[in-house]
Antibody, heavy 120, light 107 residues
Framework: EVQLVQSGAEVKKPGESLKISCQTS????????IAWVRQMPGKGLEWMGS????????KYSPSFRGQVTVSADKSVNSAYLQWTSLKASDTAVYYC?????????????WGQGTLVPVSS | DIQMTQSPSTLSASIGDRVAITCRAS??????LAWYQQKPGKAPQLLIY???TLESGVPSRFSGTGSGTEFSLTITSLQPDDFATYFC?????????FGQGTKLDIK
């Protein structure tokens, strides 16, 4: 059974750093791209970036390039999303999702989401 | 970026109704379109890909049509479990973009 299990909610202050995780199981981790998707409160879905764990090839949305870092660790079948300095506007739920194929792919399995409230 | 526009933003319907949601792309995306269902506090779930292919395990009352720039998701005989928000997503380009969502609620 394919599963993507994300790390728990994190309450942060502006300026703090954060790294959230997405642990996968049930399929060959290095064979599929993993993406991160943002959902701000009451809003729609925004693709942030994707990584191919086999070689760490990474693609970013222009809206998020330079704002976050996507990474992966093959040894623990996990992907990560990282900020060096959070802003209040980063408050959102962040989902990881598996891409069924690349580049013309859709998201067939999703993590449960990680809530990141950023407030002073 | 390819812009995706859904209509309506909100749709009220009753159990047993047939409803349709439209998604328009700002340029042709062939049939590189997926539909997702999202319930409050939950992750989206894939319903349809390649514009009209039903994902495994999704009830047959869901169907998708369209190509180019205009697409639709139809749900026949609405069930209580179907009241949720629906999103379209294009994958013509790997700069994936989603529609803004259509909330389907009970009339």
């Amino acid at each position: 059974e394919v599963q993507l299990v994300q790390s728990g909610a994190e309450v942060k202050k502006p300026g703090e750093s954060l790294k959230i995780s997405c642990q996968t199981s049930g399929y060959p981790f290095t064979n599929y791209w993993i993406a991160w998707v943002r959902q701000m409160p009451g809003k729609g879905l925004e693709w942030m970036g994707s990584i191919y764990p086999s070689d760490s090839d990474t693609k970013y949305s222009p809206s998020f390039r330079g704002q976050v870092t996507v990474s992966a660790d093959k040894s623990v079948n996990s992907a990560y999303l990282q900020w060096t300095s959070l802003k209040a506007s980063d408050t959102a739920v962040y989902y990881c999702a598996r891409l069924r194929r690349w580049p013309q792919g859709y998201f067939d399995f999703w993590g449960q989401g990680t809530l990141v409230p950023v407030s002073s | 970026d390819i812009q995706m526009t859904q209509s309506p933003s909100t749709l009220s319907a009753s159990i047993g109704d047939r409803v349709a949601i439209t998604c328009r792309a700002s340029q042709s995306i062939s049939t590189w379109l997926a539909w997702y269902q999202q319930k409050p506090g939950k992750a989206p779930q894939l319903l349809i890909y390649e514009a009209s292919t039903l994902e495994s395990g999704v009830p047959s009352r869901f169907s998708g049509t369209g190509s180019g720039t205009e697409f639709s998701l139809t749900i026949t005989s609405l069930q209580p479990d179907d009241f949720a928000t629906y999103f379209c997503q294009q994958y013509h380009s790997f700069f994936y973009t989603f529609g803004q969502g259509t909330k389907l609620d009970i009339k």
